[in-house]
């Protein structure tokens, strides 16, 4: 079966960001297939100049925010637009050597190699890179900086979605999606005390969950071995609607510059229309180059609140 690609793939930016950081943290948020807005996004800051000196992401946000740390323009929407349909990547040959929905061995191991991943890059130890993912024992997130020699697993455990990914083994603790905790890790950098913050949102601003999703109740079961984690998941679109409420206040304070799509998609997460993703990945890419001065305005202001 011939693998179907999005029509507009050899127009995609390439190349290679220039090294000059940016201080604050940029904090991706995940959403599977709704993160082909931030493959657009990062590489409109990475053009613009923008590299933000460290990366926070979450599940899609994680595998986005490796490419942005390495400052590989274009890889990013070339992992989705190109390899979406491919079964090693997603579907029943990913399902048979990963046991998820996802083919992370394929795209470690091959993907990123074929585009070029800059791996020394991604390893200089003048930025971070963190991947935000759900400790199942505890039900709750943590972070891993890319420095650890177990980045990969946390990556990979980052962006393994619940129901249809096994869990992975990171350091011996079984995790799974970061989303499930806390879908935007917004408090890594406020915990952190950043004074510049830069969050990438993938539902349009004022979007909020549906707090009574019955299906809850199907995962909680589905975990049973796992009552931490289940909680976690039953309180999830609740704590994301209150994220998105703090995101509200602090962007009207001054105290974060936000950027999410300018209009709805109607993206479903295992979205599989290639040129509604191509769409997508335009809508990030130019959001971000109409907004390139109002965000450097914002992360040059010696005190930004």
């Not at 090294?19 to 297939?33: D, H, P, R, S, Y």
């Not at 890059?121 to 505890?138: E, G, I, Q, R, V």
Request: proline share 4%.
């Amino acid at each position: 079966m011939q693998n179907k690609i999005y029509n507009g793939a050899d127009s995609l930016p390439l190349g290679n960001a220039k090294k000059k950081l940016t201080e604050g943290c940029l904090v991706l948020e995940g959403g599977a297939f709704r993160g082909v807005y931030t493959n657009g996004v990062i590489d409109a800051l990475l053009e613009g100049g923008v590299k933000m000196q460290t990366v926070v992401g979450v599940s899609a946000g994680a595998l986005n925010g490796m490419c942005y740390a390495a400052g590989n323009i274009g890889i990013a929407g070339r992992v989705n637009l190109l390899y979406r349909h491919d079964p090693r990547y997603v579907g029943r040959t990913a399902f048979r050597t990963d046991h998820g929905i996802m083919g992370y061995s394929f795209m470690f191991g091959q993907i990123l190699k074929d585009l070029k991943f800059d791996r020394e890059t991604f390893m200089d130890p003048s930025h971070k890179f963190y991947a935000a993912y759900t400790n199942c024992l505890t039900g709750k997130m943590e972070y891993m900086e890319k420095s650890d020699p177990a980045i990969e697993a946390a990556v990979r455990a980052s962006a393994s979605m619940p129901l249809v990914s096994r869990m992975v083994d990171v350091k011996g603790t079984p995790c799974l999606d970061g989303g499930c905790s806390y879908k935007i890790p917004l408090n890594f950098a406020l915990e952190r005390d950043f004074e510049r913050i830069v969050v990438v949102c993938t539902r349009p601003k004022g979007y909020r969950r549906k707090e009574d999703d019955r299906s809850l109740t199907l995962q909680q079961r589905l975990y049973r071995k796992y009552p931490k984690f289940g909680q976690a998941i039953a309180d999830s679109s609740r704590k994301y609607n209150e994220t998105c409420q703090k995101i509200d206040e602090l962007e009207k304070e001054g105290r974060l510059f936000l950027i999410a799509p300018s209009r709805d998609l109607h993206i479903k997460r295992m979205e599989g229309d290639m040129e509604k993703l191509g769409e997508l990945y335009y809508l990030g890419y130019n959001d971000t180059k109409q907004r390139l001065s109002d965000l450097k305005a914002y992360l040059s202001k010696r005190d930004p609140f």
